[in-house]
């Protein structure tokens, strides 16, 4: 197990009926702001409900966060904050909203040119306004983490930042909330969470016996529940485990003391960049291809994985590990996410782009080895052809 | 799934030489008294290690807390901290020395008689010292909670308390620090670890598919590591994997969301009180039986926790239930830990009065359903002879 810090202070509020709390969990004389992205947080009554339970606090909206929050949108609301003085912010959505309302926590009176703090990756935040969430939307664990990425139009760059100081303080997690969300989002939420844990447990062994362990339960959650939460809107049990895995699998507990891989993130990045594609299924392109090419420097945790997770027991190794890549492919496949560039109108002609966006990006070594070339990502990619 | 809070802003820094991380972690200008047990801290030249990495802050020591640490010990620290004017502790020690230093720090100026900290269980405290420590003993998790134990002997009496208060800022886990631990409390804190996880996991389903996955993981590390660890004392990644397990058995996840039993601890208790066996020791003897006498209530979860932790997937159910609970036996029997109450001297005639002190404790609906009476745990006890 390699030396490691572990600090998470964000109160995770969960269950039925806990948006009330936030009488509890605002100060009592907070000026709020309260962020949101598209009208569905008004349509579904959400926002009603927020406000209600905040109560007689001066409270405004700022809407039209959008999905990969854009700094030009997010200093539109650093304006609104500095102008009329809020004090706590309160992020309404998934995680473009919480990621945005991050940014602009920090962006706040922030002593310099607010993109360094994203050139900067958030080294250069002193303070930041507190904040809390309540999350609509299960998939990329912001509610319960440090990071936050942003786009930024003007100069076509999507950077990320972190910083302990821009924690949530509280996340209300209500698995109700997430019945009337489109179908698309459900299964990108899973697809995003599996690739979450992927990332940090599919590298190599490391005796950290409990973060396997423990990212296995996770993986094993999901493939016990992704098509059924697709299946079953309203099941509150499989939202609300679904919730908690999304949480879990980006909170910093299973990346925890062990070698952490995120090439397929970086590969992915560019494809939305590029096509705009979901990042979810950027994910799910892009993952089967670097098992496929990557196997044999991941063979020790694809056949473990293969055995925990998917039971995948006969055969010789090489069997097992091609298996275990077909099956996770598949997974994807189940939640009616397509997996292979022509399924998004690409074909071998778009890998050269995609090389060259990494390249620009300086993205030549990747992965838990730092071994992942632009060679090896062309050939993951050619792999999912 | 239940609703539930989840809050736990202790930094857990991990890893071999991070007493050094001291320097950072404590305040620059703090008055810090360093509170340890025996003298085992100085013959390890652990407390030098510690004061060297203080610096020049004014540092004090105190020591000769005991195991089950009493009040009446504790309030001599409370008197020394309140006359110099100490603004930081930092305990240096097992279960004991952190239970005992959270309640020093609430104790400290605290408005009132302070055995009513007790008595009040938390409630009543308002205010706390920072304090931090250093683990040198895998096994109670209060290095990473806000509960703790304190006995008062003029009283009799041994009460728990817990404040969000009292969460230490940090905890130092270096796995090196353990390697000169006598076997005996290795083996206790395997095994007290594995009950904190069975008496938040063995109740009933209750959707909790995450919390199940977590426990069954932290149970099946201790399964693999628990008997090497002890053959091994120098084995840093066999320590290292106990360290964290016993961290996570009881830092609030995998209780979060689900039901909770903790029966066993309520009678081991008692054992300790009557006849000064060993706290996990008390609950290898009452654990088995307990299992035994409440097989049906339990037979869902004995059943899941047989085929996932024991791969007991033969014969019947009741065959697997059987075969479960001798498993769990053999378990602690593999670490040198007697189960059964002759092994400690102690025979039929014994359990009329540790009954008697259960009842006039008022702990006669214990359990997850409340079910278990005193005569319950008489079974439960007769299952151990």
Not at 159 to 167: D, E, G, N, Q, T
Not at 186 to 198: E, L, R, W
Request: charged content about 20%; proline content about 5%.
């Amino acid at each position: 197990m390699n030396n490691f810090e572990f600090y998470n202070p964000t109160r995770i509020v969960f269950g039925e009926g806990t948006v009330a709390r936030l009488d509890d969990l605002v100060p009592a004389n907070a000026r709020v702001l309260v962020l949101f992205g598209g009208e569905s947080a008004r349509k579904t009554g959400t926002l009603d409900e927020v406000k209600q339970a905040l109560g007689n606090r001066h409270v405004a909206e700022f809407g039209g966060i959008e999905p990969n929050p854009t700094y030009e949108t997010l200093m539109k609301a650093v304006a609104v904050i500095e102008q009329d003085q809020f004090d706590f912010l309160l992020a309404v959505g998934g995680g473009s909203v919480i990621d945005g309302t991050k940014f602009v926590a920090a962006a706040v009176n922030f002593d310099g040119d607010p993109w360094s703090i994203l050139e900067k990756r958030g080294r250069n935040i002193s303070h930041a306004i507190p904040f809390g969430s309540v999350l609509t939307l299960p998939a990329t664990g912001s509610e319960m983490n440090s990071g936050a990425v942003v786009t930024n139009k003007a100069l076509k760059a999507k950077l990320p930042f972190a910083s302990p100081l821009v924690y949530p303080a509280f996340s209300i997690l209500d698995p109700v909330k997430t019945f009337t969300l489109p179908a698309k989002q459900v299964s990108n939420g899973v697809a995003d969470a599996f690739t979450h844990i992927i990332e940090q447990y599919l590298t190599y062994p490391a005796n950290g016996l409990v973060q396997d362990r423990f990212a296995e339960g996770l993986l094993q959650t999901l493939v016990e529940i992704g098509p059924k939460v697709l299946e079953d809107p309203e099941n509150y049990e499989l939202r609300a485990n679904l919730m908690w895995v999304a949480t879990l699998a980006l909170n910093g507990l299973i990346g925890a003391g062990v070698p952490q891989d995120w090439a397929t993130h970086m590969v992915g990045h560019e494809l939305t960049a590029l096509y705009g594609i979901d990042h979810a299924r950027t994910l799910a392109i892009v993952l089967p291809g670097m098992l496929d090419v990557r196997r044999e420097s991941k063979a020790e945790k694809l056949l473990q994985y293969g055995e925990r997770v998917w039971n995948i027991r006969e055969g010789s190794e090489a069997e097992r590990i091609e298996k275990t890549i077909q099956a996770t492919r598949k997974f994807f496949e189940s939640l009616s996410i397509p997996t292979r560039l022509p399924d998004y109108g690409l074909d071998e002609s778009s890998i050269d782009d995609i090389i060259s966006q990494l390249e620009r990006h300086g993205m030549t070594k990747l992965g838990e080895h730092g071994d992942v070339t632009p060679e090896i990502s062309r050939r993951a990619l050619e792999a999912s052809l």
